[in-house]
């Protein structure tokens, strides 16, 4: 109920309304001094509408960490139940928190990340929501910066009730012996108790608003707080570690080297059917020549034989173009085995950077909790 503190701050106001109209003769019938009693009622009037524009700054305050604690827990309940993160959801959703100033600041937040985002999906560089949901926006929902001098504002009446109380008193004082004192004391004391009371009151309704004010901002920090750490448990949107010039890179050289070891796999078998058709034509040509015209086709037997083996050199030479290939594919095999390596280093680094931001996220909470403490 921290939030809702600045409601006791209205019940000490009455009270102290209605006592100072009880120590006035108000409610008896006896005023001993009117004037007294307006000047009174006039600051403790003016103390009331400062508590006023507080109060109605505190209630957008209230507001504005209810839609936080609300839009948290909705997180949370779908987290719990598809165990998967929840950005697809958030990235194009309105009335995140039903909250005017909020919902604006997270469509901002989706344009930045949108910015950021492939054309496949990827957010490819980190868009902390800290940048628009934080401190100084509950400090500017909240009127931080008028709330701040409120405290003051009542010491500095106080204190100036104190010398106008003393001021009236003197005007009406007057005379150089024991005797014209004596007749003159009395207006003089009532001005010495409008100095008192409004010193007091002054002071008093200062030290409890002080009080209340950092209680209720207190609260707020600790609710925006507990919503961020929802938000990068299950909304948060994940940032890619592999950029998408070198995915297409690597997806470029497997191609390549599937489409080279088919052709390598046509070639070898065509210069091997080739050759071994050829041989066999050949023979048969050899053969029946032979028979036809005897003796003197045997030297175009060996030319033919000759072709043959010029066949088979042509063979050979495909092989060797094999083994060239297959280097190759190692070679490219062994740079995709490097990038991949280089690609786990990052993922490494990634993984320190994100514990030492961690790391650091804490410190700051730390940070801020010894502030509040010694604040208080």
């Known amino acids: 109920m921290k ?3 600045y409601y006791f701050l209205f019940v000490l106001y009455l009270l102290m309304f209605g006592f100072i109209l009880y120590i006035n003769g108000v ?3 006896q005023i001993t001094s009117r004037s007294n009693l307006v000047i009174n009622i006039s600051f403790l009037l003016l103390i009331g509408i400062l508590m006023v524009i507080s109060a109605i700054s505190f ?4 507001k504005a960490t209810d839609a936080l604690l609300d839009a948290a827990d ?7 139940a598809d165990q998967q993160n929840l950005w697809n959801r958030y990235k194009d959703k309105k009335d995140v928190f039903h909250h005017t100033v909020l919902d604006d600041q997270f469509s901002k937040y989706q344009r930045r990340i949108a910015a950021h985002t492939t054309p496949k999906g990827s957010v490819t560089s980190i868009c902390p929501i800290e940048d628009y949901l934080n401190e100084d926006l509950l400090d500017r929902i909240g009127s931080a910066h008028y709330n701040g001098v409120v405290s003051a504002t009542m010491s500095g ?3 100036l009730g104190t010398f106008l109380g003393l001021t009236l008193g003197m005007i009406h004082f007057s005379g150089n012996d024991i005797f014209t004192i004596s007749d003159n004391i009395g207006p003089l004391l009532e001005g010495m108790k409008v100095a008192f009371h409004t010193s007091v009151y002054g002071i008093f309704f200062s030290l409890v608003f002080n009080f209340v004010y950092r209680s209720i901002m207190a609260d707020a920090y600790e609710k925006l707080t507990d919503f961020l750490e929802t938000f990068h ?6 940032i890619s570690t592999i950029d998408e010039n070198t995915s297409a890179m690597l997806i470029y050289q497997a191609n390549m080297s599937n489409s080279l070891k088919t052709m390598m796999e046509l070639m070898k ?3 091997a059917e080739q050759t071994k058709g050829l041989s066999t034509i050949v023979q048969q040509f050899v053969n029946q020549m032979n028979d036809i015209m005897g003796t003197d086709m045997e030297k175009l037997g060996k030319n033919l034989t000759a072709a043959c083996e010029a066949q088979s050199t042509y063979a050979r030479n495909f092989q060797r173009l094999e083994e060239s290939t297959k280097l190759l594919l190692e070679a490219s095999r062994a740079m995709n085995d490097t990038m991949n390596l280089a690609l786990n280093r990052q993922d490494e680094v990634a993984e ?3 514990e030492t931001c961690d790391g650091l996220s804490n410190e700051l909470y730390t940070f801020h909790r010894m502030r509040d403490l010694y604040e208080k």
């Open 3 to 5: 939030n809702k503190a």
């Open 27 to 29: 409610f008896t019938g």
């Open 59 to 62: 209630g957008r305050l209230n």
């Open 74 to 80: 909705d997180m949370e309940k779908n987290y719990s």
């Open 157 to 159: 009446l106080g204190i």
């Open 233 to 238: 448990e299950c909304a948060e949107p994940p």
């Open 269 to 271: 078998g065509q210069a």
């Open 352 to 354: 320190k950077l994100s």
